[in-house]
Every structure is written in C-alpha cells, then in structure tokens.
C-alpha cells in the first residue's frame, strides 16, 4: 500500500511510485474522510488522470479540489479490484461514489428435501439440500407464488414438527389448500408428481403442466376413476385461473433475466427537491414470468452518465449475490471484467446486453415506464417534505434545519429497556443512521434515567470533537451535529434532556419535547419547550405531521427493538428452563444455529443434527419455544 503525504499536497512523488498495474486507489479530504473509492486496470494512468482532464465535470473539479491524501492497494487482477472496490464503497460510503441502499436479502420459493417436500417462503444464503426459486423482488410476489400454487396442487406449508404429530387432516386440507400428505391421504407417488408439476410450473413450463395434468385426467376418466379425473379437472381450472391472474408471462420459454431501466430528473430550480433524481427499476423474470420489480434511488448519482449508473448499480448488487444469464440494460456497459466476474461468481455465463427486440424490449419498455413513474412518485413525495420542513422551520425560527433525531423508551414493565434514536434529514428518513441503545444499570421502568443514559451515550463523542469537526454527511452518526432533538414524552424528559445537554456543554442544541394530547388521539400533540411553554399546532398542519412522522417511526423502531431483546431473553430463559439442556447442551445450540433467535426458529428436524441433542429432546425444545 502507498500513503501519501498529507500536507502539503504534492502529486508528482505518489504519481511516481504509482505501478502501471491493477488495483484500487482511494482520496482522502483534509479531515481524513474518504471522498471517492475506484478502481483501475493501471494505477499510474487512472489517478494521473483526474488531475489532467480539462473537461472533467464540475463534480470531479470539486472532489479534487479537496483530495489532500491518496491511498492506493495493487491487486493481482481488474477483477480483484472489482471486488475490493465494491467492499469499500459498502462499508466506507465514500461521498462523491454512487451509493445504492440496499442491503436486505431477497426472498425465495423453497420445496425442501423431504419425502413429502414442503413448499415455503425464505429469505437469506440458499444451500443444496433443497430447491430454490427466485430470488422473487419483494415478500409479496413470493408469497402470492405459493399461495396460487397451493391452490393447484395442494402442497403442504407445515413445519416438520407439526407434519410429523398430525392425528387427523388440519384446516388447509378442509379448504382444499393442502392433500393432507401427514396422515396419508394422498400417496408417495402422487404427491410426488404434484411436485414435479409444481417445479415445472416454476420453471415456466406452463404448457408441459397442463398437457401432463390433461393426459392424466383422460387416462382416469378412461379407467373410470371419476373422483381423481374431477380433482384433475379441478387442477387444470385452477391452472387456468392463476395464468389469467398470474404476474405477465413470457411467450419466449422459460426465460430467467433482470431487466434495468433508468429515469432521471430534469434540473429546474436550484434547490429543487428533484434536482438530481434518480430511479433505477429492476425488473426481474423467472422461468419466462415477469414476477415484478423493485425501485432504487441512488445517492451521490446527480449529474452522472446513465451508463456510470448502470455500471455502478450491477457492481454493488450482484457480486456475492444471485445473478441470472441475462441482464437487459437500457444504457451501455462496457466493463467486460464486470461480465466476466459475475460469471465466475454464478457458475454460468452472464450476458450483458443492451440490445432488446421482441419480448425483451417489451420488458424493457415496462421497466423504463416503472423507473418513470416511480420518480415522479418520489417528487411528489419529496415536494411534501420540503412543505413539511419548511413550514416547521418557520414556526419554530430555525432556517437551517436539516438534521432531526428524535429519542423514545420502550420496555415493558422495566424488562428489556431499549432507547432508539431515528434520523431525518435530505427530506428522508436516514434508516442507515438509527440506532438503539440497550439500558442497563438503572431501576427498572425509570424513563428518566433510561433518556439520560441514552442521550449522555449519543452525544458523548460530539461534545468530546471540536466545533470544526461536525459533519453532515459522515456515516458514523456521533460525529454529526443535529439542528433539533425531539423527546418524545413531557416537561420531565425534556428536562433530562436539558441537564444532559448542560452536563456535556452543548446548549446550543435545540430541544423539543412532544407530549401525547387528550387520550393519546393524534393531532392533540402538544410541543413542550425547553422554557416551559406548550404549544399545540393545528392538526392539519405540515410542520405537525412532520413531527408525528418522526415521533412514530422512533416509536416502531424502539417497540421493535425492544420485543426482540425481550424475545431473546426469555428464549435463553426458556432454554434453561428446560429440562435434559445443561449448559454444555445450551452451548452446542447457540453454536450450531449462532443465537438465541435462530433457535427457537429452527425445526425439530434442524434441532436434532445438533451435538447432544436427541430426536425426543428436540421435539421437547421445540415444544417449549413455542
């Protein structure tokens, strides 16, 4: 690696020690802030570059006008420097890099490895003991999949443990969603074929199904086995009406792609809250179905190419995630490494294309118009905020807002105090930004102490920094400096607040209580302030649902947090409570399934592969977990 000298500035000794070979490099602000991560087939040539151009954009003249260090680390290959590159601008979140948020897994279709396979919805790193489909956009897509499939073919949704105890047929099969294969009313063999034709369904081989369950229905009628030619009939029915209510279908075969479209903001007005936007639609089809699409609003992305877009979007969402044959862009990507990369990584070729006729430009043209619609969406959206921000601006005389944290407890009955803290600002919530605090050491069910130990913890490092320290955009939240604090409770908690505020030196901070009106009723909220006055704005007012919107989402996400450490708690409770689990036992479970939760999640079938652990015992933890 090759550090440069930070002051003074001087490029000629790092562009000399620069290799002509692959890598990434990185630049560093005065304050020791990333500014931009990339990567390079030569070094040498790609950072020379951003001090040679004269027609480089006013983006770029500005980033390097604050570059005063340069960090770069030589790779063995563009591709290894594809993956660094990509790993540095998740965890760094460079400021002048295009930034897409999105890190929660997508949902899958599983039919398990069992006898009698059970069809069931997951999220998360699939493995090779069953078989997966998908990934599908959002939760609903995949659970619509699967309720429509339970209606044609009636495969079983139970836990193992459930499956394995049944006596007598449960509700699902009564609503004929389910051949009730726990207590043997349908065969081996014949749920079998419910599956194959269930996976082929999947595939997109919707005509295979239905000529396979047509020649099955003459061959009973011919035998006269008129109740399974019925149920035959009754499946093709079903067949015909998910096709009608299906997501739209591919003519082409059983096709898997993603399809990526753009949308982009015209500039109007400086400071407009559209100026910059940016939508990127993808669109996902599987097995030759569309299964639907998924917006992203990319940040840092203002003034950018749709090509440099594109490019940066299948970097960070692909690699070390699922990837289909074919991507269909509507902007150019000339990064062969990226192809090749993605290739290696899914175990088959990957073809980026940007040429779409027929069907694909159809999908295309679909997702273009989603992109569209999604940003104007936004707009609106954001054209509200800026009403909301302005007008709390006003009645509270702060012209600069930007930043808002609001604070709120939540524990029941003194168990498992948590404190969250949730931000606003860029007329958005800041989910990256939030943060919970677990409270210890204080008398149960004492919200005062659990607010001050909240606050005393947030701003802490922000009273320790010096004033020419505060940042806005940083990614670690305690060095940003906040424009308002809400409490969410009365004249008591803001007092705490208060003293915390004087306590750490940071007076300046504005503080704003907001107490629950008459019988909890929204728009009776009353602000406290820090002088003792309440207010009560008019329930139609933006600035007041500005606030509500803050209060609420610091609601969730402390009740949130606080069930789950609770849930915790009483698991590890439970498990001790059980009888036959020693503290050996009780380790090997936490080990295997790597926490509390993953273990009152897992099946009688998952607990028993544990060390130790018995078919009997696991039917018993299972039992008691639930």
């Not at 430009?361 to 905020?385: H, V």
Request: glycine share 6%.
């Amino acid at each position: 690696m090759n550090r440069a000298p930070t002051k003074p500035f001087d490029l000629k000794p790092i562009l000399d020690s620069l290799p002509l070979l692959p890598g990434v490099y990185r630049f560093f602000d005065g304050k020791g802030e990333v500014l931009y991560v990339g990567k390079a087939r030569q070094l040498k040539k790609r950072v020379a570059s951003y001090f040679q151009k004269t027609n480089v954009s006013p983006r770029i003249r500005l980033m390097v006008s604050h570059i005063a260090r340069i960090e770069t680390t030589v790779t063995r290959s563009e591709a290894e420097a594809l993956l660094l590159e990509n790993n540095l601008i998740k965890s760094l979140k460079p400021r002048y890099n295009i930034l897409f948020r999105d890190d929660k897994s997508y949902p899958y279709i599983v039919l398990t490895g069992e006898k009698f396979p059970r069809l069931t919805y997951y999220r998360g790193t699939p493995n090779r003991q069953h078989q997966y489909f998908g990934p599908y956009p959002n939760s609903y897509a995949a659970k619509e999949s699967i309720h429509l499939l339970q209606k044609i073919f009636r495969i079983r949704t139970c836990e193992d443990s459930v499956f394995s105890n049944r006596t007598r047929p449960c509700l699902l099969h009564q609503i004929h969603r389910c051949t009730a294969p726990c207590v043997k009313f349908i065969s081996a063999e014949d749920y079998q074929a419910d599956i194959r034709n269930a996976v082929l369904l999947l595939q997109g081989k919707h005509q295979e199904v239905e000529q396979t369950l047509r020649a099955a229905m003459e061959r009973a009628a011919e035998a006269q086995h008129y109740e399974q030619a019925a149920a035959l009939r009754d499946q093709l029915r079903a067949l015909h009406t998910v096709q009608q209510k299906q997501f739209v279908e591919s003519t082409g075969g059983a096709t898997d792609a993603d399809i990526i479209a753009l949308a982009q903001s015209e500039k109007h007005l400086a400071g407009h809250p559209q100026d910059g936007l940016v939508c990127l639609n993808l669109a996902m089809v599987r097995g030759g179905r569309h299964l639907g699409d998924k917006s992203f609003f990319p940040e840092h992305a203002e003034d950018l190419p749709a090509n440099e877009i594109v490019q940066a979007f299948i970097a960070q969402h692909y690699l070390n995630r699922s990837v289909p044959p074919l991507l269909v862009l509507d902007a150019a990507c000339d990064d062969e490494t990226l192809a090749q990369l993605l290739s290696e990584q899914a175990g088959h070729a990957v073809k980026i294309s940007q040429a779409a006729s027929g069907e694909r430009r159809q999908w295309l043209e679909m997702a273009q118009r989603n992109a569209l619609l999604a940003l104007q969406q936004r707009i609106a959206q954001q054209g509200g905020q800026k009403l909301r921000l302005d007008k709390l601006r006003e009645w509270l005389e702060l012209p600069d807002l930007q930043r808002i944290e609001c604070f709120d407890i939540s524990h029941t009955m003194g168990e498992a105090a948590q404190a969250s803290c949730v931000v606003y600002e860029n007329l958005d919530m800041r989910p990256a930004q939030y943060r919970r605090y677990n409270i210890t050491g204080i008398t149960p069910g004492d919200d005062y102490a659990a607010m001050r130990q909240a606050l005393t913890r947030r701003y802490q490092r922000l009273a320790e920094a010096c004033p020419e320290s505060y940042r806005r955009d940083g990614p670690k939240e305690e060095g940003t400096r906040p424009d308002l604090i809400l409490i969410d409770g009365g004249l008591g908690q803001l007092h705490i607040a208060m003293d915390v505020m004087h306590e750490l030196g940071l007076n300046e901070l504005a503080l704003v209580g907001v107490a629950k009106g008459e019988e909890r009723k929204a728009g009776l909220e009353q602000l406290i302030f820090p002088d003792g006055t309440a207010k009560q704005l008019r329930s139609d007012d933006p600035a007041l649902h500005l606030i509500q919107q803050i209060r609420d989402e610091a609601h969730r996400f402390a009740i949130t947090g606080h069930r789950a450490k609770r849930g915790k708690a009483r698991t590890a409770s439970s498990l001790e409570e059980i009888s036959g689990v020693g503290d050996k036992r009780r380790r090997s479970l936490l080990m295997h399934f790597g926490g509390l939760r993953e273990v009152a999640q897992a099946s009688v079938e998952q607990l028993s592969q544990v060390e130790g652990i018995s078919k009997a015992l696991a039917e018993k933890i299972y039992q008691r977990l639930h």
